[in-house]
């Protein structure tokens, strides 16, 4: 993990060298700032070129990866910080989404079962479902009291 | 910035609730008032009409396991309607379809209510 650069809410960044493309926003950890995130996605994904319906999933599963974030990282404290960088290639679109709250051990959480959720009143687990069901790729990284790291990607399909 | 909105219309005894925006984890909490507010009034037999709706995260999903059961113990249901493609995929997905009533338009929804109201008598 390189350290970060520059921490101004929103600039790109251009690598020629290996030309590729990154645009970050950091906000504060809250709800009310998904609105804000879910816009920034957009408008990345827009930028290159990706069908609607597919922009539609990639943004939701960045609003699950936040949303867990909010609530089990940080647990509701309204000061975290949350990291989201869109990088651009020619194969994929990733998303990378940075925090320094509670690690996250992603393999402790079970796969949704709606029959269960159905007695106990509750959901769990169904952001986690979305994620990987919506994108091509989930990856984990947590360095305890550094900071935990999400990569989403989906990969650029060509069509004629 | 009103991003996310209900309003509650009735049907003879059952209620409607209109969906409009964007639902997720932070509005989530706007339609949960909703429901209890219609608990409150011993309002169990519930549509909820999605044709306004543009987005649903599972935080927006949890609101209606929160409460389905509340409503069936009480011979009511929540009943879903008018989905868009995105919205119901979503749901398909995660395979609410097993556990809820969705359909086409909210009138097919309110039918089902009269109909199984019919049958008791």
Redesign the interface.
């Known amino acids: 993990m390189k350290q970060l650069t520059n921490l101004s809410s929103l600039r790109i960044l251009k690598n020629k060298k290996f030309k590729i493309e990154e645009k970050e926003l950091i906000v504060k950890s809250r ?2 700032n ?2 804000e995130i ?1 816009q920034f996605v957009s408008s990345g994904a827009i930028l290159i070129g990706m069908p609607v ?1 597919i922009i ?1 999933n990639i943004i ?1 599963a960045v ?2 990866a936040c ?1 867990n974030i ?2 089990h990282a940080y647990k509701y404290f309204p000061e975290g910080e949350i990291i989201i960088r869109l990088k651009f290639s020619s194969e994929k679109f990733t998303v990378i989404i940075i925090d320094h709250g509670v690690p996250f051990k992603p393999e402790t959480v079970p796969d ?1 079962d ?1 029959q269960r ?3 106990q ?3 769990g687990g ?2 986690m ?2 994620m990987k ?1 919506l994108m091509d790729e989930v990856k984990y990284v947590s360095v305890p009291g550094k900071y935990n790291q999400v990569l989403l990607s989906k990969k650029l399909t060509v069509t004629h | 910035m009103a991003e996310f909105s209900t309003s509650t219309k009735d049907v003879g005894e059952v209620s409607i609730i209109y969906l409009r925006g964007y639902l997720d984890a932070h509005t989530a909490p706007a339609l949960e008032n909703t429901f209890s507010n219609l608990i409150e009034k011993g309002k169990y037999m519930t549509v909820v009409n999605f044709k306004e709706l543009a987005y649903i995260s599972s935080a927006g999903l949890g609101v209606f396991m929160a409460f389905i059961e509340k409503m069936r113990e009480n011979n009511g249901d929540i009943k879903l309607s008018s989905m868009n493609d995105k919205v119901f995929n979503i749901f398909d997905l995660l395979g609410f379809p097993l556990l809820y009533e969705i359909y086409k338009t909210e009138d097919e929804a309110v039918n089902k209510f009269i109909e199984s109201k019919n049958l008791e008598k």
Do not use: A, C, M, Q
Request: aromatic share 12%.
């Open positions: 709800t009310e998904l609105s879910r319906n539609d939701l609003d699950e949303t909010i609530k949704p709606l959720y159905y007695r009143h509750r959901v169904l952001g479902f979305l069901s």
